[in-house]
């Protein structure tokens, strides 16, 4: 196997014993060589996420309360894993560094970064590392826009000048120089920008799940595993909801043609899934996965002879952009068309936007139906099968599970349909049992 790039989330830098759990894996292959890490997370249930704690102590200082007590827990974590470790990174000085920082009004993205700064930092001293910041390195521009292929030819740039380093996950920098970060999670991203840049054989990315499985756990009892999944499954199944891998994670790999190996830390044994551009359907297997995603809107419009007239549609989708709203998907008809939208772009926006399409467009009728759920069942195997479709409808049926709203691609990769949300976890375990004995 050549060079390997590795991601380690939140709960394998939690503590002094998942940091030495993560030296046993880099160190037990010479290949893994550039290692990419999150926020320490997690200790224990009741415990609180680096991160959140970050966020929490800019919100303090916005609503100048006192965040003293805050800022000397975070950094007691920290202190706690220096000397757990026993290595000398400056705790000291990078609090007193920030503290000053948080003075002169630091931003909530440089706050929340020093949680993967301070952790990278550490666990490069513990591996004996190079330590390769991001900063100057990930790019955006001045509007937030990632910049894919500028990140690629810095990131690359210099991490040929490293024969091993640790890397922080989650942020960058805009043209000013200041942090910005991606969303939540955003460390998978970072993961996979390396292992383009570095031109990896493999992006392993280690969590606390030995790779994905075909159904939620919570929703399902004991879903089998997946152990090969194509690019476009799984973005199909991030997408709706399946949250082992940021979506956005995907696609450096997939521009590379890097396959993406998820492993648990705690289960170093574990094969995990791979993730390839491999189209292949797994033999003997029909759907690939099912998972779905809560709180949306369907706004449907009925015009007579809608399918006559020139630019309806277009209409549509520029009343939408007045609003800054997206959609997830428009199912139509010759008279009827659906807008699925994430409720969380709605907000207050419903009856302004209801009233500007009956002024605008001149509908006969639009009806609304709130508490809405999308699910979609996933799977290459499905073109080559005859009756997918009506094994999964029957199924629902069966369960008593009403199908609001369906949804089908031509290269019958997914089937999505639309449940209400109090049907949804019947509607997913329904769909499971269908296919999977």
Same mark, same amino acid.
């Given at each position: 196997?050549?060079? +390997?790039?590795?991601? &380690?989330? !939140?709960?394998? =830098?939690?503590? #002094?014993? %998942?940091?030495?759990? *993560?030296?046993?894996?880099? /160190?037990?292959?010479?290949?893994?060589?550039?290692v990419v890490v999150s926020a320490p997370g997690k200790r224990y249930d009741a415990d609180n996420k680096i991160t959140d704690l970050?966020?929490?102590?800019?919100?303090?200082?916005?609503?100048?309360?006192?965040?003293?007590?805050?800022?000397?827990? +975070?950094?007691?974590? &920290?202190? !706690?894993?220096? =000397?757990?470790? #026993?290595? %000398?990174?400056?705790? *000291?000085?990078?609090?007193? /560094?920030?503290?000053?920082?948080?003075?002169?009004?630091?931003?909530?993205?440089?706050?929340?970064?020093?949680?993967?700064?301070?952790?990278?930092?550490?666990?490069?001293?513990?591996?004996?590392?190079?330590?390769?910041?991001?900063?100057?390195?990930?790019?955006?521009?001045?509007?937030?826009?990632?910049?894919?292929?500028?990140?690629?030819?810095?990131? #690359?740039?210099?991490?040929?000048?490293?024969?091993?380093?640790?890397?922080?996950?989650?942020?960058?920098?805009?043209?000013?120089?200041?942090?910005?970060?991606?969303?939540?999670?955003?460390?998978?991203?970072?993961?996979?920008?390396?292992?383009?840049?570095?031109?990896?054989?493999?992006?392993?990315?280690?969590?606390?799940?030995?790779?994905?499985?075909?159904?939620?756990?919570?929703?399902?009892?004991?879903?089998?595993?997946?152990?090969?999944?194509s690019y476009k499954e799984l973005r199909e199944l991030s997408y709706m909801g399946a949250s082992v891998l940021h979506e956005n994670?995907?696609?450096?790999?997939?521009?590379?043609?890097?396959?993406?190996?998820?492993?648990?830390?705690?289960?170093?044994?574990?094969?995990?899934?791979?993730?390839?551009?491999?189209?292949?359907?797994?033999?003997?297997?029909?759907?690939?996965?099912?998972?779905?995603?809560?709180?949306?809107?369907?706004?449907?419009?009925?015009?007579?002879?809608?399918?006559?007239?020139?630019?309806?549609?277009?209409?549509?989708?520029?009343?939408?952009?007045?609003?800054?709203?997206?959609?997830?998907?428009?199912?139509?008809?010759?008279?009827?068309?659906?807008?699925?939208?994430?409720?969380?772009?709605?907000?207050?926006?419903?009856?302004?936007?209801?009233?500007?399409?009956?002024?605008?467009?001149?509908?006969?009728?639009?009806?609304?139906?709130?508490?809405?759920?999308?699910?979609?069942?996933?799977?290459?195997?499905?073109?080559?099968?005859?009756?997918?479709?009506?094994?999964?409808?029957?199924?629902?049926?069966?369960?008593?599970?009403?199908?609001?709203?369906?949804?089908?691609?031509?290269?019958?990769?997914?089937?999505?349909?639309?449940?209400?949300?109090?049907?949804?976890?019947?509607?997913?375990?329904?769909?499971?049992?269908?296919?999977?004995?």
């Amino acid at each position: 196997m050549g060079l +390997i790039a590795c991601k &380690f989330g !939140g709960s394998s =830098a939690a503590d #002094g014993l %998942q940091i030495r759990k *993560v030296r046993s894996i880099v /160190e037990s292959d010479p290949n893994r060589r550039f290692v990419v890490v999150s926020a320490p997370g997690k200790r224990y249930d009741a415990d609180n996420k680096i991160t959140d704690l970050l966020y929490l102590l800019k919100a303090q200082t916005e609503h100048n309360a006192p965040y003293g007590q805050l800022l000397q827990v +975070i950094k007691e974590r &920290f202190l !706690g894993l220096e =000397a757990d470790l #026993g290595v %000398q990174v400056d705790i *000291v000085g990078e609090f007193a /560094e920030i503290e000053e920082n948080l003075k002169n009004g630091a931003t909530a993205d440089y706050l929340a970064s020093r949680g993967e700064y301070l952790s990278a930092k550490m666990i490069a001293a513990f591996l004996g590392y190079d330590f390769v910041d991001t900063a100057g390195l990930v790019l955006f521009t001045a509007k937030g826009k990632f910049l894919y292929e500028e990140t690629n030819e810095a990131l #690359g740039a210099e991490l040929a000048k490293h024969e091993r380093a640790v890397i922080p996950g989650f942020y960058g920098t805009l043209p000013d120089g200041s942090i910005k970060t991606f969303t939540r999670g955003g460390s998978d991203i970072t993961g996979s920008l390396v292992a383009r840049a570095a031109r990896a054989d493999t992006y392993e990315n280690w969590t606390d799940v030995s790779g994905f499985l075909m159904a939620d756990p919570r929703i399902v009892d004991n879903p089998k595993a997946i152990s090969n999944i194509s690019y476009k499954e799984l973005r199909e199944l991030s997408y709706m909801g399946a949250s082992v891998l940021h979506e956005n994670a995907i696609y450096p790999a997939r521009l590379a043609d890097i396959p993406i190996n998820i492993r648990n830390t705690n289960a170093p044994e574990d094969p995990g899934t791979i993730i390839s551009a491999d189209d292949t359907p797994q033999k003997g297997q029909i759907i690939t996965g099912v998972a779905g995603n809560k709180d949306f809107t369907v706004i449907g419009i009925y015009k007579n002879m809608m399918s006559n007239e020139i630019g309806f549609i277009k209409r549509i989708l520029s009343i939408l952009e007045d609003y800054d709203i997206p959609i997830e998907h428009i199912p139509s008809g010759i008279d009827t068309v659906s807008l699925v939208i994430a409720d969380k772009y709605l907000e207050d926006k419903l009856g302004d936007l209801i009233e500007d399409f009956e002024k605008k467009l001149g509908a006969d009728s639009i009806e609304l139906y709130e508490n809405m759920s999308l699910i979609a069942t996933v799977g290459l195997g499905m073109a080559s099968v005859h009756g997918v479709a009506a094994r999964l409808f029957n199924a629902l049926t069966d369960a008593g599970v009403n199908i609001r709203m369906i949804d089908q691609g031509s290269s019958e990769l997914n089937i999505i349909v639309g449940v209400e949300t109090k049907d949804f976890n019947t509607a997913i375990r329904a769909i499971y049992s269908a296919f999977i004995s």
